[in-house]
């Protein structure tokens, strides 16, 4: 993981966090059967998850209305995505409907917990989620009828809660059961595994387990390219996801190479002015820009490095040699391009036009070329006037120009010097600096607010906050401005200090 590197595009946050997680969940853990009410099966809306109330026991009215209204009351809560909220009304479904049940084990009960699991975890209460998932998992195996289908789903839930609560360990442990069970119950190469593979690849990535990364992303790979071919068009999102897994985890060289593999079945397709160029070409600027500021990796791994990485022998063919100078040159024909093309539509969409020109703004803004970053960061501003949705709550000009955004900075040396040791004999200690952006996105004023104990390392982080720090600068009106009061936090891992000697007192 680069930690020198922080970036903030609409491309990276283009929707809500949480109806990317919801999108997530439903394609998880759509249920099978049907929705019910009073035992009539209802229409689904397509967008949402196919969420199964259980069908009420006709002896008993008045619980009926109970569990109806329980449910109608979570679906709709759910549906505006009142996630916290629907919490409640979900558990008030689960609990009447194991009242009224005469097997605890009953499908209606399982289905019920699934949903509580499902809402809890959007909700991000992953400790809740995950004591849910399990019992749903109890529930399911001690049945006598375990469904492959939903032992699946459930173990998928309890790997997402995992997941997204950063149990990483334990998620691939979910996931690996998960997908042994899909796939025994599916088979291989089926695409509905894919939004749970691409968690487990997310997983296993941050772990460090890139070699059985790898391997995920080749599966997917050979999804799309059974469903539609090797040279189709519609490979190409899963060229560029792995293109750009690859940059994430600094194999730069492969990184391009399948990115301009993406790029170049584009052009044979559909010619040099298609659309679909304009994303792998912010990929592969994306990739070399990852390369110029990552000051931990050599320009180019060698062959014998790059196979090692990912125990991948392959990995090491068609090793090129990338100066600074053909990186900065490559990344910047690539970023103009993609505008060109933006540009060349009659309606460029909104969205695309400000996540190109946010991305070419940041590049100059890097560069040192705040007079040119200027112009796309103000057609950006532009553009994002025209947005009528919101990300995360905000206006998109509130929430990608309404405060510096920080680009790039070098961290201190040693600040992670002890890192490799034990977690139990080491502690966090931050440095705090205070300061100002000024217009074109440089650091001024910087004032050390809390030294972690030590003005040396105090006065070191504030030297590479100003040497290093760059920003995107706050508009105002489409005009950069000056934004005062801004914080910085450095964390320097140190080891804990060594207990006194028995009978040593200070």
């Known amino acids: 993981m680069n930690l020198h590197t922080s970036f903030t595009t609409p491309a990276a946050s283009a929707r809500p966090h949480a109806r990317r997680l919801a999108?997530?969940?439903?394609?998880?853990?759509?249920l099978q059967w049907p929705l019910h009410v009073n035992a009539q099966p209802a229409a689904v809306a397509p967008s949402g998850p196919e969420i199964a109330q259980p069908a009420p026991p006709a002896a008993a009215p008045a619980s009926?209305?109970?569990?109806?209204?329980a449910y109608a009351e979570f679906r709709r809560r759910f549906d505006a995505g009142q996630y916290v909220e629907a919490v409640d009304s979900a558990r008030s479904v689960a609990e009447l409907t194991e009242r009224q049940a005469t097997d605890p084990t009953a499908e209606d009960v399982q289905v019920a917990l699934m949903n509580l699991g499902m809402v809890q975890n959007l909700a991000e209460d992953y400790s809740a989620a995950e004591a849910t998932f399990q019992r749903v998992i109890g529930l399911i195996e001690k049945s006598g009828r375990p469904a492959r289908a939903r032992l699946a789903r459930a173990y998928a839930g309890l790997a997402s809660a995992y997941h997204d609560g950063k149990r990483h360990e334990l998620a691939v442990q979910a996931f690996d059961q998960a997908i042994a069970l899909t796939r025994r119950d599916e088979g291989l190469l089926t695409e509905r595994q894919v939004p749970l593979v691409e968690k487990y690849i997310d997983s296993l990535t941050e772990l460090g387990r890139?070699?059985?990364a790898l391997q995920a992303q080749k599966y997917l790979l050979r999804i799309a390219t059974r469903q539609y071919g090797?040279?189709?068009?519609?490979?190409?999102?899963?060229?560029e996801q792995i293109g750009r897994w690859y940059a994430s985890v600094g194999a730069y060289d492969q990184s391009r190479r399948i990115l301009k593999q993406a790029l170049g079945i584009i052009e044979t397709a559909e010619g040099a002015q298609s659309q679909r160029l304009v994303s792998p070409l912010l990929a592969l600027a994306a990739c070399n820009r990852r390369q110029l500021l990552d000051p931990t990796q050599q320009q180019q791994d060698s062959a014998d490095e790059a196979a090692s990485r990912f125990n991948d022998p392959n990995a090491a063919v068609a090793m090129t040699s990338y100066s600074p100078g053909m990186l900065i040159a490559e990344g910047e024909r690539a970023l103009l391009q993609a505008a060109a093309l933006t540009d060349a539509t009659a309606e460029p969409p909104p969205m695309q036009v400000l996540n190109v020109r946010t991305q070419l703004g940041d590049w100059y803004q890097l560069r040192l070329q705040p007079d040119r970053a200027l112009p796309h960061y103000r057609q950006a501003w532009l553009a994002a006037t025209r947005i009528s949705d919101k990300l995360e709550g905000k206006p998109y000009t509130e929430a990608i120009f309404g405060k510096p955004v920080l680009l790039h900075v070098v961290r201190p040396d040693g600040w992670n010097r002890y890192a490799g040791r034990a977690p139990d004999t080491l502690e966090v200690r931050n440095v705090v600096v205070e300061f100002a952006v000024d217009p074109a996105g440089r650091v001024q004023d910087a004032k050390v607010v809390e030294d972690s104990g030590d003005t040396k390392r105090a006065e070191r982080t504030a030297r590479a906050l100003v040497e290093t720090g760059r920003y995107r600068p706050r508009l105002e009106a489409g005009v950069p401005v000056a934004t005062p009061e801004m914080r910085f936090e450095q964390p320097w891992i140190l080891p804990l200090p060594e207990p006194a000697a028995p009978g040593n007192r200070s």
């Not at 999108?23 to 759509?30: D, G, H, P, S």
């Not at 009926?64 to 209204?69: G, I, K, L």
């Not at 090797?230 to 060229?239: A, D, G, K, N, Q």
Request: charged content about 20%.
């Open 230 to 239: 090797e040279t189709s068009v519609e490979i190409v999102p899963r060229l």
């Open 64 to 69: 009926v209305a109970s569990v109806t209204d």
């Open 210 to 212: 890139y070699p059985e």
């Open 23 to 30: 999108a997530i969940v439903v394609a998880l853990l759509a």
